[in-house]
Every structure is written in C-alpha cells, then in structure tokens.
Nanobody
C-alpha cells in the first residue's frame, strides 16, 4: 500500500509565503512524475505545478514566478514553495504522484487527502 501525506497548509496574509510538503510512504519501487493540484470552493480541481523524476518542472500560468515545485527523491517527498500569496490562491492543495510498487506492474496515480491553504486579504 502507498500513502501520500501533505503538510504545511494554514492561514497566511496576502503577500506571505507557505511551503507545502508531501511525503510518499509504503511499498514503493519507484516514483515518476509528482504534482500539486488545488481545488477552491465551488470550483474544479486544477493543476498547479508538476515535476518529472528528472527534475523538469511546469506551472500553471496563474502561479508562474510565485510558486516553486521541487522534490527530494531520497525522501520520496515533493515540495511546493508558495510566495506572494493572493486570496485567489485559497484552496485545498492535493499532492499527486505516479508510483510503481514492489508488487510490480506499471505506475499508478495516487492522491493525498489535501491540505487547506487560506490567504486572507
């Protein structure tokens, strides 16, 4: 079994910063791409940032220049550093990863349960 557990969410004022972490644990053989998504109240879940196993990154236009995704492969962890936060960044942030387990087979898409980020104006 595999688990993704996010941490680091909270309440912050506009212009502030937060760093989210997501640690994968369990019977992991390898981890491919990892990503952060978010879902604001009343809106669909949207991709925020992604990073390949080799370290290539991409970002949603709305967060480019403000957010930075990174990963520590030795710790099976992905991070999201969020700077210059805006009220519109308020959402539940979810971690996503493609993980192949020790049981074999292809990588499967796993999701964390989310961490709430609230940005006050």
């Amino acid at each position: 079994q595999v688990q993704l557990v996010e941490s680091g969410g909270g309440l912050v004022q506009a212009g502030g910063s937060l760093r989210l972490s997501c640690a994968a644990s369990g019977s992991i053989f390898s981890i491919g791409a990892m990503a952060w998504y978010r879902q604001a109240p009343g809106k669909q879940r949207e991709a925020v940032a992604g990073i390949t196993s080799g370290g290539s990154t991409n970002y949603a236009d709305s967060v480019k220049g403000r957010f930075t995704i990174s990963r520590d492969n030795a710790k099976n962890t992905v991070y999201l550093l969020m700077n210059i936060l805006k009220p519109e960044d308020t959402a539940v942030y979810y971690c996503n990863a493609v993980i192949a387990t020790m049981a074999g087979g292809f990588g499967v898409n796993y999701w964390g349960k989310g961490t709430l980020v609230t940005v006050s104006s």
